[in-house]
């Protein structure tokens, strides 16, 4: 592995399943974040995690949640999916929680129908 | 609150200079970021402007004033790749809980030859 990254690449899901987005890096960075971005608004957070062991709720944290059991692992759970859902989904990793440039994984591209 | 406004949509052409601004208002302002995003790709990492003046890394540079809430991209000698949307960033938040991006909407610049 190198960087970050995200699975799936894309899926498709009904509304009302649980769904699980994984995120893994491999820069021992101590900071992740979850965002999803909807043409038109942008780059919106939904929850991040300044260490291990610790989240916090961004922007949009309805609907989502996030567990941070290591370093390496954020995944983000739909637990039960609705259509406004439906979005790009961006994973990324900071070296700190301070102002740090935040690398991003490849995407997630999710449809709840 | 945050409110981060930068222009939806610019052209321009090969060999060219072109500026994309950003205005913001935001609490706990703690950097700004500049991001480049091609189409189907995942966001990078342009600069980080922290203290006001002007940042230069190569064909790109980035200028900041905290004071008037003011930021630009400067993209010179312009080339078809950069035909790309230019995300502004404000770090934002306190040293203790960390610092979220609040990411503007973008401006999608066209280069054309």
């Known amino acids: 592995i190198a960087g970050i990254t995200q699975a799936p690449t894309s899926q498709i899901l009904a509304a009302g399943r649980r769904m699980t987005l994984r995120c893994t890096q491999d820069?021992?960075?101590?900071?992740m974040y979850w965002y999803r971005q909807d043409l038109g608004l942008g780059l919106r957070l939904i929850h991040y995690s300044n260490t291990a062991g610790t989240t916090g709720k961004g922007e949009v944290p309805d609907g989502y949640s996030v567990s941070r059991a290591n370093t390496d692992d954020f995944p983000l759970t739909l637990a039960s999916a609705v259509p406004s859902q439906t979005s790009v989904y961006f994973c990324?990793?900071?070296?700190?929680?301070?102002?740090?440039?935040?690398?991003f994984g490849p995407g997630t591209r999710l449809t709840v129908l | 609150g945050q409110n981060i406004d930068q222009p939806t949509e610019m052209t321009a052409t090969e060999g060219a200079i072109v500026q994309i601004n950003c205005t913001y208002q935001?609490?706990?302002?703690?950097?700004l970021f500049w991001y480049q995003q091609h189409a189907g790709e995942a966001p990078t990492f342009l600069s980080y402007n922290v203290l006001d003046g002007l940042e230069e890394k190569g064909r790109f540079s980035s200028f900041l004033s905290r004071s008037k809430g003011y930021s630009y991209l400067l993209l010179k000698e312009l080339q078809m790749k950069d035909s790309a949307s230019y995300l502004c960033?404000?770090?934002?938040?306190?040293?203790?809980?960390?610092?979220?991006?609040?990411f503007g909407k973008g401006t999608t610049l066209s280069v054309s030859s």
């Open positions: 935001t609490s706990g302002f703690n950097g």
């Open positions: 990324a990793s900071s070296r700190s929680g301070r102002a740090d440039e935040q690398f």
């Open positions: 820069m021992r960075h101590n900071a």
């Open positions: 960033a404000v770090g934002e938040g306190s040293n203790q809980a960390g610092t979220a991006l609040i």
